[in-house]
T-cell receptor, first 114, second 115 residues
Framework: DAKTTQPNSMESNEEEPVHLPCNHS???????IHWYRQLPSQGPEYVIH???SNVNNRMASLAIAEDRKSSTLILHRATLRDAAVYYC???????????????FGQGTILTVHP | DAGVIQSPRHEVTEMGQEVTLRCKPI?????LFWYRQTMMRGLELLIY????????DSGMPEDRFSAKMPNASFSTLKIQPSEPRDSAVYFC?????????????FGPGTRLTVL
């Protein structure tokens, strides 16, 4: 599996935007970029994913570099509830034989200050 | 939708005892994943099933670990005999594989402590 690199930790203030970076220089053309987050004492939850184009959903936005070697998860207005570990994961496209297998790295610990 | 259900939520046992963790995936999902999370090793995939068939068990640490999925609505992860180093949080996740996103939905986890 192609690897991702994320900062160990980041801090933000409440109601400010947060940009969480992820480097994936060995990404292949069929790899989707997925983001999951894990709130304290909970299982991971899906945030967003994309292939080439920027994506928006109710939780966040995903900005993907033109060469796809990096991406940024954007939380437009951080809340205290957004404090979590954020994982950037590369995954083969839907279908095929991977059956959606995810390989988690260490992620980025996001701290949100009131 | 009840989400992925895991039981028990907490388990404390003594070394050498058999431990069975249970998981009920989301109805309609055809893939099921077992993960283990520790501070030292992070979140590791142990095994995953598709249509009740084990696809990849390369993450299972030892023969003491076994997993079954007798039907689409139930899976177990068994450790026999348990050891203190098995102490961790075990997560079960399910997804519909073959759809556009294959999003995984995680259960709340089982916190296992082996004394």
């Amino acid at each position: 599996d192609a690897k991702t690199t994320q900062p160990n930790s980041m801090e933000s203030n409440e109601e400010e935007p947060v940009h969480l970076p992820c480097n994936h220089s060995t990404i292949s053309g069929t790899d989707y970029i997925h983001w999951y987050r894990q709130l304290p004492s909970q299982g991971p939850e899906y945030v967003i994913h994309g292939l080439t184009s920027n994506v928006n959903n109710r939780m966040a936005s995903l900005a993907i570099a033109e060469d796809r070697k990096s991406s940024t998860l954007i939380l437009h207005r951080a809340t205290l509830r957004d404090a979590a570990v954020y994982y950037c994961i590369l995954r083969l496209g839907a279908g095929g034989t991977s059956y959606g297998k995810l390989t988690f790295g260490q992620g980025t610990i996001l701290t949100v200050h009131p | 939708d009840a989400g992925v259900i895991q039981s028990p939520r907490h388990e404390v046992t003594e070394m050498g005892q058999e431990v069975t963790l249970r998981c009920k995936p989301i109805s309609g999902h055809n893939s099921l994943f077992w993960y283990r999370q520790t501070m030292m090793r992070g979140l590791e995939l142990l095994i995953y099933f598709n249509n009740n068939v084990p696809i990849d068990d390369s993450g299972m640490p030892e023969d003491r670990f076994s997993a079954k999925m007798p039907n689409a609505s139930f899976s177990t992860l068994k450790i026999q005999p348990s050891e203190p180093r098995d102490s961790a949080v075990y997560f079960c996740a399910s997804s519909f594989s073959g759809g556009r996103t294959d999003t995984q939905y995680f259960g709340p986890g089982t916190r296992l402590t082996v004394l």
